[in-house]
């Protein structure tokens, strides 16, 4: 299956620093999705980057994929206290058309 | 339309009981998964339709679950003869037919509580 493994788990940071989160995976993909959920809510899609792109920005988000390495990482600029949240990374490809989750990064901002 | 719509959004039922939930997708979308979801863990994938046709199932889903969606619209999940470990959050997700591995959409969940 194309499940992605987030790094860390966990991580504390203040208002105003920056946030990196890290996803690997095993297989080949179509490509990589980035997920939000704040506690007791449905997830919410933030980005998808393909296969054959490297990076991709929306907004304070930046998405780097590297397919050799089979990694991606996600920053967030400028954290705000709503930023806290679990955040997933979903590996899509294979012949599948489902998405398989990892435990993800929870992330706190402190304001 | 405003998303993927999930009912109830809490249930608590005695153990032994049966339990059904229901998800309606966006409307034009095609595919529909469903998840379970336990404190601190990941979304844990269930199974998945493309219209009515369920195509993927976990091993994860014992003979005690069953998801349907009759006329590939709304879904159905039941539960039968619930254990206390059936406590989770069921998530529903749908997502369009345009692409393939296109960003999924999550209804804000059905929370089940086993007593």
């Known amino acids: 299956s194309q499940q992605g493994e987030e790094d860390p788990q966990a991580l504390s940071i203040q208002e105003g620093e920056n946030a990196t989160m890290n996803c690997s995976y095993k297989t080949s993909i179509n490509n990589l999705q980035w997920y939000r959920q704040n506690s007791g809510r449905g997830l919410v899609h933030l980005i998808l980057i393909r296969s054959n792109e490297r990076e991709k920005h929306s907004g304070r988000l930046r998405v780097t994929l590297d397919t050799s390495k089979k990694s991606s990482s996600l920053l967030i600029t400028a954290s705000r206290a709503a930023d806290t949240a679990s955040y997933f990374c979903?590996?899509?490809?294979?012949?599948?058309?489902?998405?398989?989750f990892g435990k993800g990064t929870k992330l706190t901002v402190n304001p | 339309d405003t998303g993927v719509s999930q009912d109830p959004r809490h249930k608590i039922t005695k153990r032994g009981q049966n339990v059904t939930f229901r998800c309606d997708p966006i409307?034009?979308?095609?595919?529909l998964y469903w998840y379970r979801q336990t404190l601190g863990q990941g979304p844990e994938f269930l199974t998945y339709f493309q219209n009515e046709a369920q195509l993927e199932k976990s091993r994860l889903l014992s003979d005690r679950f069953s998801a349907e969606r009759p006329k590939g619209s709304f879904s159905t999940l039941e539960i039968q003869r619930t254990e206390q470990g059936d406590s989770a959050m069921y998530l529903c997700?749908?997502?369009?037919?345009?692409?393939?591995?296109?960003?999924?959409?999550f209804g804000q969940g059905t929370r089940l509580t086993v007593v």
């Open positions: 979903a590996p899509a490809g294979g012949g599948s058309e489902k998405l398989v």
């Open positions: 997700a749908s997502s369009s037919p345009r692409a393939m591995n296109t960003e999924a959409f």
């Open positions: 409307s034009e979308h095609n595919r």
